[in-house]
């Protein structure tokens, strides 16, 4: 059996994001060049082990809506479809 990746997506309340505690873009990038990037990356290298990734979000109380829109938008882009919510941090 092969066990998914699980990725965890944070969007803070001024619109950091990180990638696995890793900050990613500025809180001001709208379309998130280096997330998708990165995403793109996870994505390939986990068709290429057989693999699902599954990326769980957790966005502060106080993040923009249209913040974790773009994050959705990101995702698209690299083709990962697997993806939840969380109330709360990942810790």
């Given amino acids: 059996t092969v066990l998914p990746d699980e990725i965890a997506v944070r969007v803070e309340d001024d619109g ?22 990165s995403l793109n990356s996870l994505r390939e290298a986990s068709e290429a082990s057989k693999s699902k990734v599954l990326v769980t979000i957790y966005a502060n109380e106080l993040a923009r809506y249209e913040r974790v829109a773009d994050v959705l938008d990101a995702l698209s882009r690299a083709k990962i479809t697997d993806v939840t919510f969380q109330a709360g941090s990942p810790d």
Avoid: R, T
């Fill in 16 to 37: 950091q994001v990180y990638l696995n505690d890793d900050p990613l873009d500025g809180p001001d990038v709208k379309n998130l060049p280096e997330f998708a990037s």
